[in-house]
C-alpha cells in the first residue's frame, strides 16, 4: 500500500517531467505554427520568418500564453499591396490553443518597402492607358507616368511626397508637375492622379495596419504603426 502511494506521486512527477521536455523540444515547431499562422493570414506569404518568445516561461506556454513574442519576415507578399521586404512585429500577451491565436492585446510593426516592388504594384493596379514609374528619395517622391490621351502617349511627371490619412490611406501629394517642358493645371494633374490615389490603403488589409510614421529614404520607405489582429487566427496545419 504504501509502495503504491509512493510510486503515484512519482508517476506524477515523471509524466510531467516528460511533459515539459517533450514541450522544451518542440517548442520552436509550436513558434513556427503561430509565426506561420500570424503572418499568412495578416498579410500574406513571406519568402522567410522567424519568431523569437522573450519575457515567457514553459509553463506560460504550456498554458496557451505567451508574453512578449518577435516575428521577422522577408519578401511579404500581400493580397493588396506592395512587396514588404521586411517585416517586424512585436505581440503583447497572446493567448492560444492548438486551433488558433485567441488573444493578442497589442501587436507594433515594422515595415520597409522598396522603390521597385512600388512601382510593380503601381503597375498592377494603375487603370488602362496609364503607365506608372516611380523614383523614391530622401526628400520625397517622383512619379512619371505616360497617359494615353487620344491615341497619343502623354509623358507626366511628377514630385511631391507621401502622406498618410486616418492612418490607413497611404497619399501621394503632389507638388509640381511637367508636360512636354511645361507646367499643367491643377484641376487636370488631380485628375490624372485620382486613378492612382491611395497608393495603398492598410484598413483593406484582413488585419488592419495602422500606420503612425513614415520614413522615406534613397531607395525604400519604412512605415511604423501597429497591426488591428482580427481573432481567432486560426492556425495553419
Same mark, same amino acid.
Request: charged letters at 25%.
Given at each position: ?77 500581400? =493580397? ?9 512585429? +512585436?505581440? #503583447?500577451?497572446?493567448?492560444? &490553443? !492548438?486551433? @488558433? ?81 511645361? =507646367? ?9 492622379? +485620382?486613378? #492612382?490615389?491611395?497608393?495603398? &490603403? !492598410?484598413? @483593406? ?33
Amino acid at each position: 500500500m504504501c509502495r503504491r502511494m509512493i510510486l503515484f506521486p512519482l508517476q506524477v512527477v515523471i509524466t510531467l517531467v516528460v511533459i515539459v521536455a517533450l514541450l522544451l523540444l518542440f517548442k520552436d515547431v509550436i513558434i513556427e505554427r503561430l509565426a506561420a499562422a500570424a503572418l499568412s493570414s495578416s498579410l500574406g506569404a513571406a519568402d522567410s520568418y522567424s519568431l523569437r518568445v522573450t519575457n515567457t516561461s514553459v509553463f506560460s506556454m504550456l498554458g496557451g500564453k505567451v508574453k512578449e513574442a518577435w516575428l521577422t519576415a522577408k519578401g511579404v507578399r500581400p =493580397k493588396k499591396g506592395p512587396v514588404i521586404d521586411y517585416l517586424k512585429v +512585436r505581440a #503583447l500577451d497572446v493567448e492560444f &490553443d !492548438t486551433k @488558433a491565436v485567441r488573444r493578442v492585446r497589442d501587436a507594433t510593426f515594422t515595415a520597409t518597402v522598396m522603390e521597385e516592388d512600388v512601382r510593380d504594384y503601381l503597375k498592377s493596379v494603375a487603370p488602362p492607358g496609364v503607365y506608372p514609374d516611380v523614383t523614391m528619395k530622401r526628400d520625397g517622391i517622383v512619379i512619371k507616368v505616360r497617359k494615353d490621351i487620344l491615341g497619343l502617349s502623354i509623358p507626366l511627371e511628377l514630385a511631391g511626397k507621401l502622406q498618410m490619412k486616418a492612418k490607413h490611406l497611404l497619399i501621394f501629394s503632389p507638388s509640381g508637375a511637367d508636360i512636354a517642358d511645361g =507646367k499643367i493645371p491643377s484641376d487636370v494633374l488631380e485628375k490624372v492622379f +485620382r486613378s #492612382l490615389n491611395p497608393l495603398l &490603403d !492598410t484598413a @483593406a488589409l484582413k488585419h488592419p495596419l495602422e500606420v503612425d510614421r513614415l520614413d522615406p529614404e534613397d531607395g525604400a520607405l519604412t512605415l511604423k504603426g501597429h497591426i488591428r489582429f482580427k481573432v481567432p487566427v486560426m492556425l495553419r496545419r
